[in-house]
């Protein structure tokens, strides 16, 4: 048994006929890369937190959960500017985050590792 991605897509034929075409990838290699990932978040002592281009939440470490004192269904999800992220740089951080994407360069000073996925 193992992880498959199944893509299928709708073929038409110029005389009307109809087919579907698939492809099947085995995710195994995917899902391994991802736990060990996940393994190396979850094994810092720092807090960490993996955002997305938008700032949303997509994973934190229980080092995060216990520094900032909410838990895992409490962050994911939501904007990291909205909950962590101190008042004096939270209305700005879009602006840095848009930054950092299109140059590359940092514009703030927190004392962390960025993730974007």
């Given at each position: ?21 698939g ?88 004392h ?6």
């Amino acid at each position: 048994e193992f992880w498959v991605e199944l893509t299928v897509v709708e073929v038409k034929t110029e005389t009307g006929e109809v087919y579907f075409c698939g492809h099947v990838r085995d995710m195994s290699e995917i899902l391994r890369k991802q736990e060990i990932m996940n393994g190396i978040i979850e094994a810092s002592f720092d807090p960490l937190f993996v955002i997305n281009e938008k700032g949303i939440i997509q994973t934190m470490n229980g080092a995060a959960a216990r520094q900032f004192g909410w838990t895992y269904e409490e962050l994911i999800g939501q904007n990291l500017a909205h909950r962590i992220v101190g008042k004096e740089h939270a209305e700005h951080h879009d602006e840095y985050l848009k930054r950092y994407l299109k140059t590359g360069k940092f514009s703030f000073h927190f004392h962390c590792l960025l993730v974007y996925l």
